[in-house]
């Protein structure tokens, strides 16, 4: 029996070698599920067709004949005495009842005798020591795996990895060396909700992105104690079935991985779905939990290099925008100034004209420098309001038939607070609605300027206003500007064309 570590291929072994020396003419070896030690798990069985099968009449025999651990109860089940045609003894590891090895029908004819039994008894005996061994075999070589994940996720660090794409090998990584069905690695988010950022194994939709609270519930109390949680079965565990929703999956057992060591506690999940149970959520969660350990140390250094790499954009921009203030800036301005006192020398008034016509475009050109530079002193981020007001322009453009000219200045990235982006913003969409429906223009302009004030006009060549009502666009822009403590006028005569001034004050 010793030479297979293979604990299917041992479970026939001992079942076949036990059945030949007590001539049995059929048998069966079950493994009792290790999540109780009262039901089935898996079967070896020879000549007993159709016993591995769930629907099997059988089935409940066997179930009641493992609620009774005396071999002779259970012979009694089926005979007494010489001449029985059923053995059934337990195989056991240390005091712990791994499974039953069960011999039927002995070819002679004459019954199982009680040196049967003893032969039968003491072949259990030895394959408890056997069954042992493969298991920690089996669990050497999954522990194994287990360190060969944590130096391959490491190893990825010898060249840029981005944080996304560390999340997801972490995750592929975990489902293979467990055999999991499903794998999810959940990370904080500013509201301290755990977030879904990494799926393996079972289609992402619906489970990609999902926050789960972080009270009263697996994750979050994972990750709040810094333990590791095992649950043999979720339908017994109500903390998961509070955090279940309809496209996670149903799984039936599962193991949770805090991420300790970094500077955000994470949380790495391996599940195995219902139907494919497995008892590999009873290795030692000791090296399953450093693989962990690791890939929040590997998820940090990535996030580092991230970091590093913006800060390098950042400090480019930096220069070129140093460059443009300091030397293009600057001779604009000098020849500006040349040309100015140049005018004073001529005395043709349409040389004179034309000067001054360049020095305006000299001055504006230096004004769009300068918004350039504030855009590459601005952080890229999800919520780039520069982004987010020519988004606006440019959906309004689809329903005006052109794009209105939209002029930035100023810092409108960095010193616009939260409070007045989304009103700015809604303003601004008030105002190109009413143009749409009313104005009926061929040119609007839109400018946003942030100095000690922040000050949006928007301008069309339309119809103008007209006697009546102003509408409630008009008011409902009016109202934002007085609950943010600014002011709003709107100007214009018919068929001249209307001027809409929002201004708030800037607090910083």
């Not at 619906?206 to 697996?218: N, Q, Y």
Request: with cysteine; aromatic share 4%.
């Amino acid at each position: 029996m010793s030479s297979d570590l293979s604990l299917e291929g041992l479970l026939d072994r001992i079942l076949r070698q036990a059945g030949d020396l007590v001539d049995a003419e059929s048998g069966f070896l079950d493994v009792l599920d290790r999540r109780s030690d009262r039901r089935i798990g898996t079967f070896a069985a020879y000549n007993v067709p159709g016993v591995v099968d769930q629907q099997h009449p059988g089935r409940q025999l066997l179930v009641d004949l493992l609620e009774q651990p005396d071999p002779r109860v259970r012979r009694g089940i089926a005979g007494k005495g010489e001449g029985s045609a059923f053995i059934g003894v337990p195989i056991r590891i240390h005091n712990f009842e791994f499974g039953n090895l069960y011999l039927i029908g002995k070819r002679s004819g004459h019954g199982f005798t009680h040196e049967d039994e003893e032969v039968a008894q003491a072949i259990a005996s030895a394959a408890g020591v056997v069954i042992e061994n493969a298991r920690l075999h089996e669990r050497g070589g999954r522990q194994r795996l287990w360190l060969e994940a944590a130096s391959e996720i490491t190893t990825s660090l010898l060249s840029p990895i981005s944080r996304h794409t560390a999340l997801q090998l972490v995750a592929d990584r975990a489902r293979l060396v467990s055999a999991a069905d499903f794998v999810a690695l959940l990370m904080p988010d500013t509201s301290d909700s755990l977030v879904v950022e990494a799926v393996s194994g079972r289609p992402a939709d619906g489970v990609l992105g999902e926050a789960i609270p972080p009270s009263g519930t697996l994750v979050g109390e994972a990750a709040r104690l810094g333990q590791t949680i095992v649950v043999p079965d979720t339908e017994l565990d109500p903390r998961y079935q509070r955090h279940k929703t309809p496209a996670w999956p149903d799984l039936g057992s599962l193991m949770v991985l805090p991420l300790r060591g970094g500077e955000e506690t994470g949380v790495l999940i391996v599940g195995w779905m219902k139907g494919h149970q497995t008892d590999r959520w009873e290795l030692d969660p000791v090296v399953p939990q450093g693989f962990a350990n690791q890939a929040a140390l590997v998820l940090q250094v990535a996030r580092a290099q991230e970091d590093q790499a913006r800060l390098a954009v950042f400090e480019d921009r930096d220069r070129i925008g140093r460059d443009l203030h300091d030397l293009v800036i600057q001779r604009l301005f000098g020849i500006g100034l040349m040309l100015d006192n140049t005018t004073k020398l001529i005395a043709e008034p349409a040389a004179v004209e034309r000067l001054s016509s360049a020095i305006d475009d000299i001055d504006q050109t230096i004004k769009d420098i300068r918004r350039t530079i504030f855009a590459l002193s601005s952080t890229t981020q999800a919520h780039d309001l520069r982004a987010e007001l020519e988004l606006v322009v440019h959906d309004a453009a689809k329903l005006l038939g052109f794009t209105p000219h939209l002029t930035l200045s100023g810092p409108v990235d960095s010193m616009v607070p939260d409070d007045v982006r989304d009103p700015l913003l809604a303003v601004l969409r008030e105002a190109l609605s009413n143009i749409v429906r009313h104005a009926r223009a061929s040119r609007v302009s839109v400018e946003v300027g942030v100095g000690h004030d922040i000050c949006l006009e928007v301008r069309d060549d339309g119809r103008g206003l007209r006697p009546g009502s102003p509408g409630n666009g008009l008011r409902n822009i009016r109202e934002r500007a007085e609950l943010l403590g600014g002011t709003c006028t709107v100007t214009g005569e018919a068929d001249q064309g209307t001027t809409v001034s929002w201004t708030v004050p800037r607090r910083s």
